[in-house]
């Protein structure tokens, strides 16, 4: 039983080998309910700079990772990108409790309004479309919904971020990097 749990974990912690989509693809719609049961697309938030994160309450890499989150999200909800204004989360649970993922929303403050989950664990809807096999993965997409990054995690995020960043693409471009 030990070893099973040492491969689960292991699996967990390893992220896919061969992300479902891929940089420059667009991410396929989701539409999940949030906590008060209303159905929020990730369609809707077009126009945005956005963050898909698969996550749950039970994962300790995602609530280890939340902190980093919540501070991109402050640095950068307001931000012009090259291609969208403004930055936000749109987080996916995996939790089949919503007690547990209430609280985990609210215990590492969650703050954005995004926080969806149909409550079924790996059977939730957006996991199966995307073929999560472990967690945490994570796309990051600009306004049009275009895949821009694949699983930024930690500072990779906030990397990809300022690349983004309109100010970003002006220097580039006046000074070639």
Known sequence: MKLLTVLFIGLIMMGPSDPTFKVGEVAPDIALP?????????????GQMVFIDFWASWCKPCRKENPQ?????????DEEFENGTGFTVYSISLDKKKEAWQKAISKDSLIWTTNVSDLMGWKNEAALRYKIGSLPMSYLIDGD???VAVNPRGDKLEKALKKNRKSESWFKSLFGY
């Open 34 to 46: 949030n906590m008060n049961g209303e159905i929020v697309k990730l369609s809707s938030l077009r």
């Open 69 to 77: 989150i919540v501070a991109d999200y402050m640095k950068y909800k």
């Open 145 to 147: 919904g275009v895949i």
